[in-house]
């Protein structure tokens, strides 16, 4: 059923010029960088603001407001770039266990953030300093770092796992 | 056989070389660190420059950008400095022979430039770049500028792998 489809995907038009064609795979591919830097490195100061590690003088709902324009922008140019690298070479990647590892990290990330927003982040405007960031929060940024990390060091470990260029 | 190939053959016969060579996570992993580095960097420095570009908009706010991204852009370089020559030890013709790392560290001297040019006038005169018609000018035309080159090195990045060494 999932390599069927997968089969489906790769015989598309699209997929078919990306993986026969010698310079689109490298194009998307430095766009899907591009993009995972802005979304990982705009995600990482809003975490360290929640750990505490950073900006202490300014409030998180400060920090949020100013990085997630960046962090959602970048988060859709990396999803399609993404997809379209995946299509590409569908079966092959839905069997890489990092492909798959990334994919999970990055659900894992989203329920995270998801719950943040739901359990503490509602009063965020008030936390001014560390000292009155709640734990929870502080847990969330925690949490939110190490999974992106894991999403970049899967993304990476594709490259060395599948038959591509590393 | 040039002085470079001989440097180069050298080198990936050196203990520390061939260690890096067999061990065989080392290279996805110092890539990893690599690429969170790159991630704090350009993120940071799109804040940055996002404000050169809407220079003249409100108050010193390039200043107080560059106060609070700066750091995050100059930090993360020796820690790029380092894993870059752990992945040249480990690869050195991969690296020191191709156009591409070449024109990455082209790139990267250049952008250091025009971010020091855009931030060091700040130091003395926060209000800098809103003085003046043309200084407003200039800060848009600085911040593109750096932005491309940062998107220059980022892409440059992914190409070192798919562009042969001369």
Not at chain 1, 67 to 88: D, Q
Not at chain 2, 79 to 100: D, F, K, M, T
Not at chain 2, 116 to 143: C, F, K, Q
Request: aromatic share 10%; proline share 4%; net charge positive.
């Amino acid at each position: 059923m999932l390599d069927e489809l997968c089969q489906r995907l790769e015989a598309t038009a699209v997929a078919t010029a990306i993986r026969e064609g010698s310079a689109w795979f490298p194009w998307i591919e430095s766009v899907h960088v591009l993009a995972l830097t802005l979304v990982v490195g705009s995600i990482a100061h809003v975490d360290l603001r929640l750990i505490g590690f950073v900006g202490r003088g300014r409030s998180v709902a400060d920090t949020t407001a100013a990085m997630l324009p960046i962090t959602w922008s970048a988060f859709v140019v990396a999803a399609t770039s993404g997809a379209l690298l995946f299509a590409s070479n569908a079966t092959a990647y839905a069997h890489n266990d990092f492909f798959r590892a990334k994919i999970a990290l990055i659900a894992l990330a989203g329920v995270n953030m998801l719950a943040f927003h739901g359990l503490v982040g509602r009063d965020a405007a008030g936390w001014r300093d560390a000292a009155s960031t709640p734990r929870r929060a502080r847990v969330a940024g925690a949490l939110s770092l190490l999974l992106w990390i894991g999403v970049v060091a899967c993304g990476r470990w594709i490259g060395f796992t599948l038959s591509a260029p590393t | 056989m040039s002085g470079l190939d001989a440097f180069c053959t050298w080198l990936a016969a050196t203990a520390p070389s061939q260690w890096l060579q067999n061990v065989e996570w080392i290279v996805p992993a110092v890539q990893t660190v690599h690429i969170l580095c790159v991630a704090a960097v350009v993120a940071s420095a799109l804040m940055i420059e996002l404000q050169m570009l809407r220079v003249g908009g409100r108050g010193a706010e390039v200043a107080a950008m560059a106060r609070r991204f700066g750091p995050f852009v100059w930090w993360p370089l020796p820690v790029l400095a380092a894993s870059g020559s752990v992945l040249i030890v480990a690869e050195p013709a991969r690296s020191l022979e191709n156009p591409v790392f070449v024109l990455k560290m082209a790139l990267l001297l250049l952008v250091v430039g025009a971010t020091v040019a855009g931030i060091r006038p700040l130091r003395t005169d926060p209000g800098y770049w809103e003085r003046s018609a043309g200084r407003r000018a200039g800060a848009r035309v600085l911040g593109a500028i750096t932005l491309a080159l940062w998107v220059g090195i980022v892409f440059a990045g992914r190409w070192i792998a798919y562009v042969r060494a001369a």
